[in-house]
């Protein structure tokens, strides 16, 4: 502890006539990972007119000259759209986090959408210091170090997963890790994870290099020209003001990292970017003798740290477990001098601590500085991308990376200890283990009476959106957005996905006919607001259908089980006979002398029992009737796990887990909701009916682990592992749970056909069934069994780590109206209004940075979409 405290004290000595901020000389902001003090006039050729006064008028109007935003104007340029493209920025090109930021490109991310737009970021990173573009690109690898069991595991299921991800990786022994990397100390290792593709980069000189592209492409670049307001007319984006004149355009792009929440209020109504700034800190050290230039990127997630070298240098930062907020008030200063924040030793000391553990030498190191600059993270460290719901072609929104309470699962009574005054103390579901959960006995009990007896079940979370019409316009309107035919009779329900032009699903939902020209729709607690803005941007521009998002206004209580009917009964006031009320049928009712309860005859988990959405001033009683009389049917309160065991033995298929917006009903199974001889032509029908000739390249299966996997010991699936037929890799999971009736572990997911040479070919039902299949889970291989299997009804049974990616991605949905790649997990509409409330993100910013560090352990089960 002394020689720590000394290199502390050391580093303050160091550091107290350091002037840790961006110093402007000739226009130009400097870059802390450049030994150089200012950046080189002719950077890549690229230069500014500071007299250039903007065009009056432009399709894309991009705000923001990061790497983002710079990323987006290179690519509307490859697409022939420079020209008609206008690059904003308020100060400098790279002036924002840019200029400070780490440069680490690893490929490796939680989600399949991250890890494409990285791998996309990787190989134009390649193309264009081969076109003579300085990235500063250098593929030295990354080594992830595991000090704790549950950490090696969570490096294990990685390798299993890198199969699916086209990710080359290996792992290592302690031993071998010291190889690698002669800096660091292994003794406390339990192994590691070596990713010899991923790589380090200088955002600065990229976000130039991006800017001289586009620049030649056509593009108008304007520096210390901010954005003043958005006008819209009609829910459109029709100019913009800023500090050097008007500009009339189609598309508003908002690349403005931690000012993107302040630009997005620039417009009426506002558009909400839930973004919020906290600390961040590089510790960056003078030359190191000896340091080798391909010193692989270090990240030891367990003491909170990374590290890299930069010019015989190394820089090293990290995510400690509480961060600390920045500009609390909200208001972000515009000029780098006042955003450079004073260094805090006490804060930093975890960190200090972790990376003299990892790295001992650096203790005789000598400090350069200390960067303590601001960074912006969303309330779940994901990258926030897509067209903004509150305005129609608004524009897309970039950033770093919901709010119901809802029940996971019920304790009894004996282990809440007694607070005094009756109350119960609030307890937060934890799982903090690879292997079985502790709640498994419990869960086990409510899904037993969710199966023989009744279970209650809290839906309120699900999103509840009514629509009608004086005529039948809300039917014709319906009868467009489904793929599915909404024309049943009053009081019938539809289950039925929304689909886009390519076939896959925006939306999966049911809907209840309430009356002639009233529909009620049901859809999962994620969509809320993407369901709400794809209707919306497809309804009658007249005003003729009306939208209501009535979530809010109703308390949806499901009860679930064979005796669902008797207990029901005693409080309804009609009779309850399937011949009278039967399955997928609405009816309004009153309910224990509460009026208008609008009760559905299913349960979204295939189970027998009813939905009912009680209006909220009449929840309280319906909810202690149902208790009190549900006593003498065994009536237990079952939380969400045992909602999803039951829906993954049913083979249900969820959106945002098991469905995104590029898989269609053909490939999971519904083709039989497809109705493609409807009056009117739906959205994706076209798709949908070439596909259903051609057949489908990939398939919806459940596969059941069989005898050599045993859940009392081995490590728990918990979606993403990598599914083989025949012992070729074939596709992976997408959800996985234990069913209790089959006292199995079932895991749910797609798979593919490969030919000889990876291409994808149609898949079959003898191809299906003819396999033998194994799912690796955590590295290991356990023997799987096709247990249902569904054809697709028509088909043919004989069918900077991501600025380049994100870059792309935008400029295709600007040019093409589509992504090629499914954003979903990414999308701003998975966001609802209390995630832009400033003291939400405030609070929340706190806790998120850590989640930078890739796989988490805690709760890696059940942390689901529904």
């Known amino acids: 502890m002394f020689r720590l405290l000394n290199f502390k004290m050391l580093l303050r000595n ?482 039925t996905g929304m689909q886009n032009t390519y076939g896959g699903y925006e939306n999966d939902c049911s809907l209840a006919r309430l009356a002639e020209n009233h529909y009620m729709l049901i859809a999962p607690t994620i969509q809320q607001t993407r369901c709400k803005v794809w209707i919306e941007r497809h309804l009658p521009s007249d005003g003729s259908v009306v939208m209501s998002d009535v979530t809010s206004m109703y308390t949806a209580i499901c009860i679930m089980g064979p005796l669902t009917q008797a207990l029901l009964s005693e409080l309804a006031d009609v009779d309850l006979n399937p011949k009278y009320f039967p399955f997928f049928t609405f009816k309004k009712l009153d309910v224990g002398l509460a009026s208008g309860i609008r009760v559905m005859n299913l349960t979204h988990t295939g189970e027998l029992g009813y939905v009912l959405y009680i209006p909220n001033e009449f929840a309280l009683h319906v909810y202690s009737g149902l208790v009190e009389i549900g006593k003498k049917y065994g009536l237990k309160h079952a939380g969400y796990y045992a909602m999803r065991a039951l829906r993954i033995e049913k083979f249900y298929a969820f959106w945002g887990q098991d469905l995104d917006s590029t898989t269609t009903p053909l490939e999971c199974g519904r083709g039989f909701r497809v109705k493609f001889d409807k009056d009117i032509d739906f959205i994706g029908k076209e798709a949908l009916v070439k596909q259903s000739e051609e057949g489908v390249k990939r398939m919806y299966v459940q596969l059941i682990l069989q005898d050599d996997y045993d859940q009392e010991v081995d490590v728990w699936p918990s979606g993403r592992e990598t599914i083989y037929r025949n012992g070729e890799y074939v596709g992976a999971t997408t959800t996985t749970g234990f069913g209790f009736t089959l006292g199995r572990m079932v895991c749910l997911g797609f798979i593919h056909n490969f030919d000889e040479n990876g291409n994808q070919q149609v898949v079959t039902n003898e191809y299906v069934m003819s396999g033998d299949y194994e799912v690796d889970i955590a590295g290991v291989k356990y023997s799987a069994k096709i247990q249902n299997y569904f054809v697709a009804a028509g088909m043919k049974t004989v069918g900077i780590a991501a600025a380049g990616g994100v870059g792309k991605a935008t400029a295709e949905w600007i040019v093409n109206g589509a992504i090629e790649n499914d954003m979903y997990e990414l999308d701003i509409r998975r966001f609802l209004g209390l995630h832009n409330n400033r003291k939400f993100l405030r609070d929340r910013v706190k806790e998120v940075p850590v989640f930078m560090i890739v796989f988490t352990v805690q709760n890696v089960f059940y942390d689901e979409v529904f």
């Open 14 to 495: 160091r550091v107290s006539n350091l002037k840790l901020i961006s110093s402007w000389k000739n226009g130009k902001t400097s870059n802390l990972l450049s030994s150089q003090s200012v950046v080189s006039e002719d950077l890549n050729d690229y230069t500014e007119n500071p007299n250039e006064t903007p065009p009056k008028s432009a399709k894309v109007v991009i705000c923001g000259g990061g790497v983002q935003g710079t990323a987006v104007a290179y690519h509307l340029a490859k697409m022939g759209w420079g020209k008609e493209t206008v690059l904003l920025d308020q100060g400098k090109l790279g002036g924002g986090t840019t200029w400070h930021s780490s440069g680490l490109i690893g490929m490796f991310k939680a989600s399949r959408a991250e890890t494409k737009l990285a791998q996309c970021s990787i190989k134009l990173y390649k193309e264009l210091e081969s076109l003579g573009l300085r990235t500063g690109w250098k593929e030295c690898g990354s080594l992830l170090v595991a000090q704790t069991k549950d950490r090696m595991t969570m490096l294990r299921k990685m390798k299993a997963l890198s199969r699916s991800r086209d990710i080359d990786c290996d792992l290592l022994t302690p031993e071998d890790a010291e190889k690698l990397c002669p800096l660091i100390k292994v003794s406390d290792l339990k192994g590691a994870l070596w990713i010899p593709g991923d790589g380090v980069g200088d955002p600065y000189e990229l976000c130039h290099s991006f800017a001289s592209a586009a620049k030649k492409g056509g593009v108008t670049v304007l520096e210390d020209c901010g954005v003043q307001r958005i006008f819209n007319e009609g829910g459109k984006v029709v100019a913009v003001d800023t500090a050097k004149g008007m500009i009339e355009c189609d598309y508003f792009v908002n690349c403005g990292g931690f000012w993107a929440r302040k630009i997005g209020q620039m417009s009426e109504p506002f558009v909400k970017v839930p973004l919020h700034a906290c600390e961040h800190y590089y510790l960056h050290t003078k030359p190191i003798h000896g340091l080798d230039p391909m010193t692989p990127v270090v990240r030891d997630q367990d003491g909170h740290v990374y590290f890299r070298e930069n010019e015989g240098r190394l820089v090293t930062g990290g995510f400690e477990p509480v961060a600390k907020p920045a500009f609390e008030d909200g208001n972000i200063p515009e000029t780098s001098e006042e955003r450079m924040l004073t260094e805090d030793w006490d804060h930093f000391h975890i960190l200090l601590e972790g990376v003299l553990n990892r790295v001992p030498t650096l203790k005789d190191a000598t400090l350069e500085r200390l960067c303590n600059g601001p960074e912006a993270f969303s309330p779940d460290c994901k990258w926030i991308v897509g067209e903004a719901p509150e305005l129609k072609e608004a524009g897309a929104v970039f950033g770093q990376v919901m709010g119901y309470e809802r029940p996971s699962w019920f304790e009894p009574d004996e282990e809440y200890d007694d607070e005094g005054d009756g109350s119960r103390p609030y307890k937060i579901a934890y799982t903090n283990t690879f292997s079985k959960p502790p709640w498994f006995d419990k869960v086990n009990e409510e899904y037993s009476a969710c199966r023989e007896a009744v279970g209650l079940s809290d839906f309120s979370s699900f999103t509840k959106i009514d629509l009608w019409s004086r005529g039948t316009e809300v039917v014709d309107s319906l009868q467009y957005l489904c793929s599915n035919d909404v024309n049943v009779p009053i009081r019938g329900i539809i289950h």
